[in-house]
């Protein structure tokens, strides 16, 4: 026979929609530091100086980004070999 029993799935939804707003909140606002050696802060201090610190600058976007690229394009290619798996199965 049919029970009308209501099926208690909102629990994961929630979870899930939990951890997505955490990843949105952890990435998305930053939190002002300084964090540049002495050196560099010693280095670049002052007007005259304005190319040499853009120069640093975009120096190191250059390395942060290479590493996250590479992250990503192991990303997809792990998710395509687990989709061309779930396919021949």
């Known amino acids: 026979m049919y029970t009308n029993k209501k099926i ?3 629990k994961i939804p929630n979870s899930k929609l939990r951890a997505i707003l955490f990843v949105i909140c952890f990435f998305f606002i930053g939190i002002s530091t300084n ?7 010693a280095a670049l201090s002052g007007e005259s100086n304005i190319k040499k610190a853009e120069a640093v600058n975009d120096g190191i976007v250059y390395l942060m980004v290479i590493p996250y690229l590479l992250v990503a394009i192991i990303g997809v290619l792990i ?10 199965v």
Not at 35 to 41: E, F, S, Y
């Open 79 to 88: 998710y395509r070999m687990y989709q061309s798996k779930k396919g021949k």
């Open 8 to 10: 208690k799935s909102f």
């Open 35 to 41: 964090a540049q050696c002495a050196m560099c802060r």
